[in-house]
């Protein structure tokens, strides 16, 4: 029976997405990215080499797989064109694998130049944008006056074009920011011929025939689920829905049809830019997260800050996106490390919480309880695993009531331990 199964990250990202869908891929017909744009990045590494995709899903180093960037997704042309040639060396022909959905919102220069106008007008409140404009194309998105992938087939695309970058010029005026971007929307057009040559479809009916055709997709998200713009640490979130449901609308796929939810988390927690991070740690231990699992973003390159596996907000994200298996990444940064933490709960002004709070500040801090560290050695095989790792896992087990069924020992694909759920 044909299915569709969602792969989604249940912290404020970079859990190692690219590496499980990459693992997975083989499984599945179809891997469909349903939201988020370039501000993603998913690394991947095999045979030696690390390949980083920013808004391609990561099936697309396998030939036999089609793959799909939803309606739910931003996409900036200079980025795609760039993926696009980074992926020739490798005999990678995406036009014969990689299919376009004629709703996805597109990226202009103008929305890069708004998206640092409008992080630089808040100051010390800036929330950390990738400046990779995609909010403001998400507000437009949402304001209805945005440009879609299939509005650059149409012939009155340069109209269009023209009446919108002259709404963000204004604007961008008005916020006092107006940097010449000639080169970047010289290098747009040329990036929109490339653009051009791939299949420009209503992908929500290629899915649906798929799966009729008795096919499996694999959804692949971006970003995290403390990361959404509803449930995450508002205002410190991206602009769009990184949970299951947003793989319901960035695909037009019916809720009913979704069978498995794998949820990524690594075997601490990291996070990017501003915002609450209940277990972040500012000392020395924050920093040898950081160099033992070289957390630098793949997108930005910017340090990211380090912390503990917090269990409130992986039972919050679990329960948002209906997560059937859970996968442990990283899991090899801890070897050595001791004492291994777990948040277990928070206290707060009310006294003792498992709650995700709705606003984290000064009133809450987190409890924590120590754990073995284990030390791996060259291990592939479940049953090889330390018992203290074992054990580990056993404890995230019972405090989410979900199965821990892959464990990420490395970046290597091959570095990877399935366990029956």
Request: proline share 5%; with cysteine; charged share 25%.
């Amino acid at each position: 029976m044909s299915k569709v199964d969602v792969l989604l990250g249940l912290q404020w990202g970079d859990e190692g997405k690219g590496k499980a869908v990459d693992f997975l891929a083989p499984k599945y017909d179809i891997v469909a990215r349903f939201q988020g744009g370039p501000n993603a990045g998913h690394t991947l590494e095999f045979d030696g080499k690390k390949h980083v995709l920013h808004q391609i899903p990561s099936g697309i180093f396998h030939p036999e797989i089609l793959n799909i960037i939803g309606n739910g997704v931003v996409i900036d042309p200079i980025v795609f064109a760039r993926e696009i040639r980074d992926l020739e060396p490798f005999g990678v022909d995406a036009t014969k694998t990689l299919v376009l959905s004629n709703k996805a919102q597109l990226i202009l220069p103008t929305h890069k130049l708004l998206d640092k106008a409008l992080e630089l007008s808040k100051g010390e409140e800036k929330i950390g944008s990738t400046l990779r404009g995609i909010g403001p194309t998400y507000q437009d998105k949402i304001g209805r006056h945005g440009l879609r992938i299939g509005d650059i087939i149409e012939k009155d695309f340069d109209e269009k074009y023209q009446k919108l970058k002259k709404q963000h010029l204004s604007l961008l005026s008005a916020l006092e920011l107006e940097d010449d971007f000639i080169e970047q929307e010289n290098q747009f057009f040329h990036s929109l011929e490339l653009m051009r040559q791939f299949r420009i479809i209503s992908t929500e009916y290629l899915i649906h025939e798929s799966l009729k055709s008795g096919k499996d997709i694999l959804a692949e998200g971006a970003q995290g689920t403390l990361l959404d713009i509803d449930f995450g640490s508002y205002p410190f979130v991206t602009s769009s829905n990184t949970t299951t449901a947003g793989a319901c609308t960035g695909l037009g796929i019916a809720p009913n049809q979704i069978n498995e939810v794998f949820g990524i988390f690594k075997a601490y927690c990291t996070r990017v830019g501003s915002g609450p991070f209940p277990t972040e740690l500012f000392n020395q231990e924050g920093e040898q997260l950081r160099k033992l699992g070289n957390e630098f973003g793949a997108t930005t390159g910017r340090p990211r800050r380090c912390g503990w596996l917090d269990i409130p907000a992986l039972n919050y994200s679990c329960m948002l996106n209906g997560v059937t298996q859970l996968f442990m990444m990283k899991a090899d940064v801890l070897s050595g490390v001791s004492p291994v933490k777990i948040c277990e709960s928070y206290n707060s002004d009310r006294g003792e919480t498992s709650e995700f709070p709705y606003v984290y500040n000064d009133s809450y801090s987190p409890i924590f309880k120590e754990v073995p560290s284990w030390e791996l050695d060259g291990i592939l095989e479940y049953n090889n695993l330390p018992h203290n790792l074992k054990s580990f896992i056993s404890s995230v087990e019972e405090s989410v009531h979900v199965p821990i069924t892959l464990i990420s020992l490395g970046p290597d694909r091959k570095e990877t331990v399935l366990k029956k759920s």
